[in-house]
């Protein structure tokens, strides 16, 4: 029996990928086909390394990883768009009004 036996030591294991070149072509592409788009840099968490979120004028989104928030800053002014902080500003309106019609209505999607 092991009761009292001790535990090696555990490391945190990475569960997350950092940012790839394949993610800033996605949102770079992203931002060249929509309309009005923003980017909104999420924080790192204990289990994704920090994010940006580009949501178009009609709601529509996407999502990749980013090398921290001065490396997202950077990005979307070399985009021309504009960058907010989703911890000070929130996600926009148009972001939930866009899920809800997307789970009301999956097949127009």
């Known amino acids: 029996m092991a009761l009292f036996r001790r535990r090696k030591p555990s490391t945190p294991a990475s569960r997350d990928r950092p940012a790839e070149r394949a993610d800033l072509d ?5 931002v060249r086909t929509r309309r009005g788009v923003e ?10 390394e920090t994010t940006v979120i580009m949501i178009a004028d009609d709601g529509e989104w996407t999502r ?4 921290g928030p001065d490396g997202a800053r950077r ?9 907010y902080d989703v911890r000070l500003m929130g996600y ?4 939930r009004d866009y899920n809800e019609r997307r789970k009301r209505r ?3 999607f």
């Open 64 to 67: 990749r990883r980013i090398d």
């Open 106 to 108: 999956p097949e127009l």
């Open 92 to 95: 926009p309106q148009r972001m």
């Open 39 to 48: 980017a909104y840099v999420e924080p790192r968490t204990t289990m994704t």
């Open 26 to 30: 996605h949102l770079a592409d992203f």
């Open 75 to 83: 990005f979307a002014h070399a985009l021309g768009i504009p960058i």
